[in-house]
Each structure stands twice: as C-alpha cells, then as structure tokens.
C-alpha cells in the first residue's frame, strides 16, 4: 500500500482536517468507573438502536461506529458508565456521517426521561432504550477535482456526492496503474477542502510516478535449517531482471510457499532503487516443523471403513525436498481375502536440474478386491510440475503399471501399462477445506499402450466442481460439481479392467453401493466402462460457528463407448450433517438411490473428513 494511499473511510474526516456540527453533548473519555465503584454500583443494561435515515449504507457505517453497540453485550457497565459512552457516541459517529458526505449531520442520543445524568439513567426500567438519531442535513458534492505531477487523472466526478470511498478507490486505481506500468515508486497524496457554505469538496491529487525499474535478486531472511539459496533460486525464477509488476511479487510468493517448510512468507518490495536503478526484494520465511503424521479415517456402507495413515519429512536433505510415505487399508471389517491395502513413497524434488517447478516421483504398491475387480499391482509415475500462475498448474511425465488384474473373483492375468501423462489445474477457490466462493477443474489425457493386449488407449478425464456464496457471508454455499471421462481409441473389452471408468460411491453418485453403476458381467458384477458422466449439486448450510447440514443430488452413467453416455442415469439424492473443525468438516451423509439397480443396496451411509467435493 502507497503511503499515500488509505483504505479506512475513517481517515477521510481526519484528513479534512474539520469538523461539523453534533449534538450538544460534550464527549467524555470513554470507560468505565474504577473498580472500587463498579463494584458499588450495579450495573446498568441496555439496548442501543440506530434510528434508520434512508441511507442504507450510512446506516450500516453507523452501526459499525458505535461504541454503544460494540460494548452493549460484551462490556457491561453501570449508569455512569453509560453516560461516559453516551458523551463519546457523538465524536465517534461523526467521521461516518462525512464519509458519506453529511459533513453538516448531527448526531442526537435519546434516552427514557431525557436526562444523561447518571442517577436518572439508573431510575430507569432496564434494559436501558437508547436511540441514536443522525439528522443528515445536505449531502455535500465533489466541486473542484485537480490531478497534478504528469500520472494518469484521478477519476473523480464533480458533482458526485462527497464521499470518502469515491474518492478513496479512485485514487488507488489511480496507484494501481502507475504500477502495473511498471513504476514501483509511485505515489499519490491528496488534499481535501470541505466549503461548509457552499456544501461542497474541493481535492487535490499530487502524483508522483517515479521511475520504472526491473527487479534485483531477492534477498533471503528467516531461513535456519533450509537452505536460503533455494528460497532464492525459486523467488527469482519470477522477480530478477523482470520489469516490476505487482502479479510476479504474488506469483513469488505462491512459489516460495509451494515449497512446502514454511508456514508463512512475505515478500517486501524495497523503498528506493539501488544503485543500478532495481528494486530490492526481500523475502522473509518461517519455518515450521519438517516431520508431520497424519491420519484419516471414513466409512461407507457396503464398502466397509477405510483408515489412512502418512509421514512426512519437508526438508529431507535441507534443500526444501519432501519425502511422504503413506499407508492406506480400506474395506476393513471384511473378509481379510477381500481387505484392501495400499503402500505409495512420494519424493518432491524443487528446482528438478535448475528448472523452475517441481519433480514428483511416486512408487505405490496396491492390493484391491472390489465386487469390480482384483487387482495386485505396481503403480509408478515421475512427472514434472509447474505453477503457471497462482491458479494455474501443469503436470507431465511418464507413468506406469505392472501387475494382475482380474474380474472380481476370477482367476488373475499379468498385464503391464505404460503412459505419459499431462494433467492442467485450475484452482480460484477460496480454501482448499471450506470453500465458498471459485472454480476448481483438473483435465487430464494419458496415451497409454497396455503391452499383454497389445492395445493403445487414451484415458481422457475432464472434473469440475464451482461454489457460490449465496448469503455473502459463507453461511449457505450452492456447490456444483462434474465429470466427464472417455476411453479413446479403445473399448472396455480390450484394457485391463483398473483402466476403465466407474460410478457409483461417496465421492461419485452417493446412494449406490462403490463402482455398482455401469455395465455388469455375466455374473452380475460391474465391468466397468469406456465413458463416464456425473454430476452433482449440493447445497451447505452452516449453524453457528461449527455445524451445518447439507441436501443433495447426484446423478452419473457409465457407457460402453468411448461417446458420453446419456442412457441409463442413475440419480441419488440425501441430507447430510457436518462439524467444522480447523483441519476440515467431518462430515456424515445419507442418501437413497432414486432409481433402483440390481446389486446395489436400498440406502447408502458415508463418513469421512472433508466435502464431498
């Protein structure tokens, strides 16, 4: 933020450097009796209320401001007390009237009985009814508007209504473009004369741009156990030798933190050029612990429960590397021939050979009896990762599988894949546990050629899901969510049944028992498919600070062809409860299918950690 610039509406009134016209009441210092008192006398309940103006906005501002209100609830206090905040109310209402442009208002206080004196306040019936009446009077307008130094104008209207926010986000748009021409000097300081006679603003803008500068290399502050040079490498892949803009400082710092070790991370621009006419930067970091276990747990009817355990280490050999070993058992309570387990080592190497981006290499080990397959397997990837941009993230590498694989039951045959896969990420959500506002999509092609049936396929997957705030306050979220995949040349038949697209479970079309949707054997069991179609809408309603409730209803098909299958949806629809915890909510969901299958049972029941999308 230019020193120049402020975003409190407060700090309009203060600048003008005048005053207006209040209620007679002389402000008084604002607090409450000594102890000795207050202990004395008893305290003195009340309700203050702002009479409404017809200005929606000031009003909100009013009640923002009012140290009566503030204090009602959370700060009891006797009859003298009272008074004491009465007396004030007025100064500290006054800077809202002139943000909005009453620069002439007056603010009266009415109590029962007419008297402030703190005996006849006590003789009152409790709670205590204050009002807080604000006369406008007339709304004063912009008059004179003078932009001077050589930057862009200051797009204020004379004639406009006086307000501070107009003239406030007029200026910083006025900053922000001196920036983004790449001057990270830039300055504006303004001048503000109020005409009570003519009820009228006079202002004045002084510019100054500055010149335009590249940045220097950054310098590093706060490391202690990782190496800073790497801090450094990674923030100058955006900064050093680029032209000053305000995005790469924000694209800096989301790569810095994409680290992993730290749990905070500041870039400060400097506040003159150095000697070669480049901006000093300064990245500061904290640390925070490097080993972390983690554990996971949730249950889904029909499915069993699942229980996850990790480790980590987020600076192996002290150059920001991140070694996670993760154990993962699920339909746990079954038959122990027909538990699954999973074993998966994951290596993030930053800077892969000087690159910016990140390496990933994962190895994991899985043993699956599903009622749609058996599998024994090897599963491996080395991809190459990228932030485009703070929303923006590009994986590619090769990936790979070796194993067995058969029908549910049925005797088990080698078979061994190898691909190369490009994921591209999109992410403008506003938390990565709770949104309530963006979009998150992730597309994904993978040309494969699974050698044992000599068959080449491209396994293509679009998911999506979007969040809307519809109370503005985060309390009811409508969340869509929906997927598409396709089996490209190549069918069901012909590549190994873990490749093939399935529907039906907690994270998929809730109300079906786990991958029951779809096409089935002759035995009756899911195959599985060539194409893949879901959705769902969701709707989140939060209760207090820590509970909420949700309604539902999923609906998907799997398809026997690569083209997206239309036939045969199957729609789930339930309710569900959640508690919000700072690691996520956990959450509980019940759901019925609306269109009944054979092998899929009449209801289904799922809890874990997290939305279900």
């Known amino acids: 933020m230019s020193p120049g610039i402020s975003r409190n509406w407060l700090l309009m009134a203060c600048l003008a450097g005048l005053t207006s016209a209040t209620s007679p009441l002389r402000a008084q210092p604002d607090g409450d ?19 409404p103006t017809g200005d929606d906005t000031l009003d909100r501002l009013l009640r923002i401001s009012s140290g009566l209100i503030a204090l009602q609830e959370r700060a009891p206090t006797d009859a003298e007390g009272v008074a004491s905040r009465i007396g004030a109310e007025a100064d500290k209402l006054r800077p809202a009237l002139e943000s909005e442009g009453y620069w002439a208002g007056q603010i009266e206080i009415v109590v029962p009985g007419g008297s402030l004196d703190p005996a006849a306040l006590a003789a009152q019936t409790a709670p205590l009814a204050i009002e807080i009446r604000a006369t406008l009077g007339p709304r004063y307008t912009f008059r004179n508007i003078q932009t001077l130094g050589g930057g862009p104008d200051v797009a204020v209207t004379p004639g406009e209504p006086a307000r501070a926010e107009t003239v406030i986000a007029a200026q910083e748009a006025a900053w922000n473009a001196m920036r983004l021409d790449g001057r990270p000097l830039a300055r ?16 004045t803008f002084t510019e100054q741009p500055g010149p335009r500068a590249d940045f220097a290399m950054p310098e590093v502050a706060g490391t202690e156990r990782v190496n800073p040079e790497v801090v450094r490498r990674v923030a100058a892949l955006r900064l050093a030798e680029r032209s000053y803009l305000p995005s790469r400082l924000t694209q800096a710092r989301a790569d810095v933190s994409a680290l992993g070790p730290f749990s905070q ?21 904290r640390e925070r612990p490097f080993r972390a276990i983690s554990a996971s747990a949730g249950y889904e009817t029909n499915f069993g429960a699942t229980l996850r355990l990790s480790w980590e280490h987020r600076n192996l050999l002290g150059g920001a590397e991140n070694l996670r ?38 190895l994991a080990f899985v043993r699956e009896r599903l009622d749609s397959y058996d599998r024994d397997a090897a599963i491996f990837s080395l991809l190459y990762e990228r932030r485009l941009t703070d929303r923006w993230t590009l994986s590619t590498g090769p990936v790979g599988e070796v194993g067995q694989s058969a029908p549910s039951g049925g005797r088990m045959s080698p078979y061994q894949i190898a691909g190369f896969t490009g994921q591209l990420r999109y992410d403008s ?54 997927a598409l995949g396709s089996l490209l040349n190549g069918n069901a038949s012909t590549v190994p049944p873990p490749q093939r697209f399935y529907a039906g479970g907690g994270g998929s079309v809730r109300g079906y028992d786990f991958q029951s949707i779809g096409p089935r054997d002759s035995r009756g069991k899911p195959s599985g498919g060539a194409s893949l179609l879901e959705g769902s809408v969701e709707l989140r309603q939060r209760f ?22 239309t036939d045969e949806i199957r729609v789930g629809a339930g309710v569900g409860a959640r508690y919000y915890t700072p690691i996520g909510p956990i959450r509980a969901d019940v759901a019925i299918p609306l269109v009944r299958q054979q092998g899929s049972g009449s209801f289904g029941f799922y809890i874990g950690i997290g939305h279900a999308f």
Do not use: C
Not at 265 to 285: C, E, K, Q, S, Y
Not at 447 to 474: H, I, K, N, W
């Open 33 to 51: 009796p000594p102890a000795a008192a207050a202990a004395e006398a008893p305290n003195l309940p009340y309700r203050a209320t702002i009479k």
């Open 429 to 482: 959500t506003d938390s990565a546990l709770d949104p309530r506002r963006g979009i998150r999509a992730l597309g994904s092609i993978t040309p494969s050629y699974a050698f044992t049936e000599s068959q080449a396929f491209v396994p293509l997957r679009l998911t999506g899901s979007t969040y809307f705030d519809l109370s503005g306050g985060g309390r009811t979220i409508l969340a869509l969510r929906g």
């Open 265 to 285: 991370v500041r870039i400060d621009p400097g506040t003159a050029l150095d000697a070669n006419g480049r901006l000093p930067v300064t990245v500061t970091v």
């Open 325 to 362: 070993v993760e154990l993962e058992g699920s339909r746990l309570g079954s038959d122990i021939d027909r538990m699954n387990a999973r074993a998966a080592v994951t290596w993030r190497q930053p800077l892969p050979l000087g690159y910016v981006g990140t390496a990933v290499g994962s």
């Open 544 to 565: 207090g600070s820590s509970y909420g409730a949700v309604a539902f209803v999923d609906a998907g098909a799997v398809g026997t062809n690569a083209a997206a299958p």
């Open 188 to 203: 504006i300081d303004r001048s503000v004369t109020v005409d009570h006679g003519a009820h009228a603003m006079d202002v």
